[in-house]
């Protein structure tokens, strides 16, 4: 069998999905037409030739802009949709997937729009393709404490069906402690705690996640290993780290996909996991990721991490045990 087949038929979860960033240039092109909307490109390929970055922010620059096409509950509902169908077909059994409702609310759509065509889409990829999903609720980091207050509260019906808040957007200059008292609010309401730290930053924020945010996963965390001590803090408390092999190379967080640290990550006894972060801005899904760094793997490191992938979900024990 050759690496890709075994890839593919490896059951999987994935945990480090911005459903904002599985939005290909075909759908935006779509869902402007569907919606009236100009959009500052001629066509598709023009879109495309758009996506090279030097660094977060460049890419940040124009994934928020792509998301203004988004517009009704339907649109939402039909990303969704899209993104699980495309997941199913990369061996996909359970995601939890990020949405950043600021992105939204600041361009005028209640918070439901986006939480509820999300919803719909969830239920209705599990009816479709039997993949379970959960949706985490993302602040925007460039945003002040104050604004995340708002939209946590914004989302208070929706709490129920919302397993948990994340912290993503431009990292460097907005710490995690920046958020210390969202989050805190976040585990009072008995949601699980996720943040980016370390994809830009210094390990020192991802200290911060761990001691002020008090996180339950850790989202890239690629610059833990520039401290000892961080790693094997870490690994001893069996963090689990969704590494996104080709966003960190689009970004320029790795400048060769052949020296991704995902191997040493292994070797300092972390438990990372694949995933895809934004597949339609970084050229592929879950199924790629693993095949970027599958020649610097085993086949027991990539069922490993694949493995790890349930492990380091918020399913409960006899689900998990159901998938691995
Ligand atoms: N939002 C979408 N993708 C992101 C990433 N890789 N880092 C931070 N914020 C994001
Ligand atoms: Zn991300």
New binding site residues.
């Given amino acids: 069998m050759s690496d890709s087949d075994f890839i593919s038929g490896l059951p999987k979860a994935e945990l480090h999905l911005?459903v904002e960033?599985s939005l290909e240039p075909e759908q935006m092109f779509a869902f402007a037409r569907r919606n009236r909307i100009s959009i500052p490109f001629p066509n598709v390929e023009a879109l495309r030739a758009a996506y090279s970055f030097n660094s977060?922010q460049d890419f940040?620059d124009i994934?928020y802009q792509g998301a203004d096409v988004l517009r009704t509950e339907e649109d939402f509902r039909d990303l969704a949709l899209a993104y699980f169908e495309r997941a199913h077909e990369d061996g996909v059994a359970h995601a939890e997937i990020f949405f950043?409702p600021q992105t939204h609310t600041a361009r005028g759509l209640p918070f439901g729009v986006a939480a509820d065509g999300l919803l719909a889409g969830m239920k209705e990829a599990e009816a479709k393709f039997g993949l379970t999903s959960k949706l985490i609720l993302c602040f925007l980091r460039h945003l002040d404490e104050d604004d995340a207050f708002l939209t946590f509260a914004d989302a208070e019906p929706w709490l129920d069906r919302i397993a948990g808040v994340g912290l993503?957007?431009s990292?460097v200059g907005h710490p995690p402690s920046k958020f210390a008292r969202v989050f805190e609010a976040a585990g009072k309401a008995g949601l699980k705690r996720v943040a980016?730290a370390g994809?830009e930053g210094p390990p020192e924020y991802v200290l911060e996640a761990l001691d002020v945010l008090h996180i339950d996963r850790l989202d890239?965390g690629n610059r833990s290993l520039e401290s000892p001590e961080l790693v094997t803090r870490l690994a001893r408390a069996g963090m689990t780290l969704t590494v996104?092999p080709l966003?960190n190379h689009k970004?320029c967080v790795v400048d060769d996909l052949a020296a991704h640290p995902i191997a040493d990550m292994l070797g300092h006894g972390l438990r990372p996991t694949i995933n895809s972060?934004?597949p339609a801005y970084f050229g592929g899904y879950v199924a790629d990721n693993y095949r970027a760094v599958a020649p610097l793997l085993t086949r027991d490191q990539l069922a490993t991490l694949a493995r790890n992938s349930f492990l380091g979900s918020f399913l409960d024990d006899a689900a998990v045990t159901r998938h691995i």
């Fill in positions: 911005h960033g977060l940040l994934y950043d993503d957007s990292e980016h994809e890239h996104c966003s970004l972060d934004d």
